[in-house]
Structures are given as C-alpha cells and as structure tokens.
C-alpha cells in the first residue's frame, strides 16, 4: 500500500501519523512546502517519507490526500491531478472545492474527506464524499482505507457543513462547553478549576463507554433525571437556553462557508489542456 499525503499542517500531519501507525506495512509519502514540518512528522515514524516536490508525493500512490490550506488548493491540484492516473484516488480535505471541478482536470478517482482529531487516536467518525463518477470498486478501496483509522460516514457535499460542525469541530465546541462549565464550577469558590476539569473530564469518558455499551443520549438523561430531582432542574434549566446556542452556532458556521467557499479560485485548466 501507497499513501501520498501533500500538505502536513494539522490535518495533513495527524492522517500521516494515523495510516502510518494503522498500516507499518505501507509506504506514506510525504510533502510540505516547508520541508521542516514534513520532517518533524516523519521522525520516528519508519514507513513515513519526506519528498521535494508535491509530484513526487503523488508519484506512484495509490491514494493521494491533497491536505493544504484552501487558497492554495487550486495550484496544487492544477500541477498533481492531471498527472494521475485512472487507477489512482485523488482525495481532498478541502470542504470548498466542488467533486465535480476537480473531476474535470484527472483521470483518477476524486473524493473529499473531512478528518478529525481523534483520527489520531483511531477513533471518531471522518466524513467522506466521493465524487459524481467514482467507481464502485473505488469507493470501497477509499472505505476500507479510512476504516483502519475511523469510522466513515459518508455525506453528500451539501450535507459536509453540518456534518463537519458535529464530527469535526465537535471535539473543540464539546473541549470549548467544558471549559465554561469548569470555571462556572470554579467560580462558586469550592472547586479549583483543574479539579473541575478534571471531574469533567472523567465524566465525558464514563459517558463515552456507557453509549459505547448501547445506551442512548435519551437514555442517559431519563435514567439520571429522577422527576423532581437537582438533575432534572439542571435540564431544564439547559433547555431554556443550550438550543439558541447551538442555532447560532452552526448559522455562523454556515456563512463561515459561504464566505469561504466564494474566496476560493476556481481552476482556470483542464486535463485536456496540460503540457507536461
């Protein structure tokens, strides 16, 4: 197995080290601009490899993951997807190119993923989306690849934005909650504010096994909210105010996207018009 893997800032770095640690058989190859960052990803990982040129990284791959930042996306794709071939996979992390332009400029099969960070344990749900005329066969190459280090979850790309609120931003909104109700917590003077994390942090596990054994979110809530008990208070006090929080949130998200995807530039090539 070959993994190319161009961009190696958080994203790009976390799925080296995931497919790398996943996989110890497989060749990663890696590339940055600076070459320093791609290093100190390589370090200590034997199957990882730092290249000089994005071209290189997708030389021979199997899967190719195109994880820059978005303004530099099109330069990128205009100089490696026209160089793949039909039995590669082409793979963005970029939410705001469309499938279907990228479709226009290879030969190779296209897909988005969004990650997330607990990719980096081998956990979590990672979003795919493959492009208008993936194969069959490809998409179940791309599936199997993405199941040694998640769950995948494939999302249409009018579904990406949402879906990215829960999936990949979730474990910084869920980390953003908890430290405000640690310092609510520190802030009544009979707690320290590492102690509330620290129980904070001991709950969300316990949490997590217990829906991990089969319980429901509801399940959770009726099984500790006794009627008329200081948990139940809690709720609805939660109820009165948790929701709007939660709209606004992925409102602002929403334009977050909009803005972003109008920013960035379509390419001005075609895999008919490339001179190698």
């Not at 579904?159 to 980390?175: I, K, N």
């Amino acid at each position: 197995m070959r993994i190319g893997i161009i961009g190696t800032g958080n994203i790009g770095g976390m799925l080296s080290k995931a497919f790398a640690t996943a996989h110890p058989e497989a060749q990663v190859t890696i590339y940055n601009r600076s070459r320093g960052k791609a290093n100190r990803v390589a370090a200590r990982l034997a199957n990882v490899y730092v290249t000089n040129s994005s071209i290189e990284a997708a030389q021979g791959a199997d899967t190719v993951f195109l994880c820059t930042k978005s303004t530099d996306g099109w330069s990128v794709l205009d100089e490696v997807a026209p160089r793949l071939s039909r039995s590669q996979t082409l793979v963005t992390t970029i939410s705001s190119i469309p499938l279907s332009d990228i479709e226009q400029i290879t030969d190779a099969s296209v897909a988005k993923v969004i990650p997330s960070v607990v990719q980096s344990v081998q956990s979590g749900v990672i979003l795919v989306t493959y492009g208008p005329t993936m194969a069959q066969n490809a998409r179940e190459r791309l599936t199997q690849l993405l199941s040694s280090i998640a769950h995948p979850q494939a999302v249409s790309e009018a579904q990406v934005r949402v879906y990215s609120d829960l999936c990949s931003c979730g474990p910084a909104f869920m980390s953003e909650l908890l430290v405000h109700w640690a310092d609510a917590a520190a802030s009544t003077g009979n707690i320290t504010n590492e102690d509330a994390e620290s129980m904070l942090v001991g709950t969300l596990i316990g949490l997590a096994d217990l829906l991990r054994s089969g319980k429901s979110l509801g399940e959770v809530i009726t099984s500790v909210a006794v009627p008329g008990g200081v948990t139940e208070t809690g709720i609805l006090s939660l109820r009165q105010s948790v929701p709007q929080v939660f709209q606004q949130l992925h409102q602002a998200t929403q334009q977050h996207g909009i803005r972003k995807q109008g920013s960035t530039l379509p390419s001005n090539r075609r895999k008919a018009d490339f001179v190698e």
